[in-house]
């Protein structure tokens, strides 16, 4: 094999900016790009492992790692014999980063869901987050700019966009006049009336503006579909955390969306273990799993990270975060079951993908006829559900 590679690891930002150095590195003729994650031990982990796997596949390729872990786990990854050379996350999606030309404009790869990057970087300080260190401070595209590429991914018949960021809901903070991020998605739809489906990636709740709730709440084409970076169910952690929400904060969010839209699936990201965790707040972690309820739920067993104050704070033993990671998952998995029974024998509109299967507009996962079309929007109603897939 030969010909240029990008593998993509993490966030789905990463999925957005690899498309940008997929094209920049199109016309290389052997050379292999990691886009890295270091948000967890375990994320670093794989990227390494990724790294091997890509080293032993492509021997004689010219390997390079960008990404989050090539500027928080420089030192390690230059140090690995398989990597040739590293470019600093931030200069990823320059040209010059790589030695080539800038690019004529080409066309997009066609996706079932376009992925497009509207912010970048954070300007927040959690005290568990390595992550403002690989990608610096926040940074948004202009509502022009954005409306430029959602039209690309439409012209190349994407029939869902997903708008996303490192922390999406700051969008408009570095721009003239400080625009709300209900601005910019209010502006996508009403110069995209042909768009299906807009969906969000992770959201922090603290930061839903009016226009943004009304739209996730009465917009037919916003996907109900609220997946919060809401990292823990216990009030004294989130004040550790240093996060800028309460408990109560996130329960009243999600409760008066779903007065308005009841069919809103609830996502979220999850911490397990954090440094001074006591069996109460683990209790309260996994207690507000079934209040909102959690049927998307991403958790993360903690693990310290370079230069973060919550590395210096009083850790658990990894025997019980592991335990209490698993308690955590545990509780979604009920109440995705749950959630996953009361869908049976509804319509749902399912956009079908590559492998047979499709998502529903709340993310459900479910099987699509044989022969379906990827990019294909067409009402399933299941009648059972196998291993978590609506059939």
Known sequence: MSGAEVISLGCRLNIAESERIRTL?????????????????????????????????????????????????????????????????????????????????????????????????????????????????????TIPAVLLEVERHLEQGAPEVVLTGVDVTSWGHDLAGEPPLGELVAAVLNAFPELQRLRMSSIDGAEVDPVLFELFADEPRMMPHLHLSLQHGSDLILKRMKRRHSRNDAVELVQSLRERRPDLAIGADIIAGFPTEDEGHHSDNISIIGELPVVHGHIFPYSPRPNTPAARMPQLDKATIKVRASELRAAVAKTRQNWLNSLVGTPLRVLAEKDGTGYAENFARADVPDGTPAGTILTITPTTIEEGLLK
Request: aromatic share 2%; charged share 25%; proline share 6%.
């Open 25 to 141: 590195v199109a016309d290389e003729s052997d050379v292999v790009v990691v886009n890295s994650c270091a948000v967890t031990m375990e994320a670093v982990r794989q990227t390494r492992q990724a790294i091997r796997k890509a080293r032993r596949a492509r021997p004689d390729a010219r390997l390079l790692v960008t990404g989050c872990a090539a500027d928080i786990e420089r030192d390690q990854l230059a140090a690995m014999p398989e990597v040739d050379g590293l470019v600093p996350n931030t200069q990823k999606l320059d040209a010059r980063a790589w030695n080539v030309p800038e690019p004529a404009e080409q066309a997009l790869p066609k996706h079932t869901r376009a992925f497009i990057a509207v912010q970048n970087g954070c300007d927040h300080a959690c005290t568990f987050c390595v992550i403002p260190q690989g990608r610096g401070g926040s940074r948004s595209l």
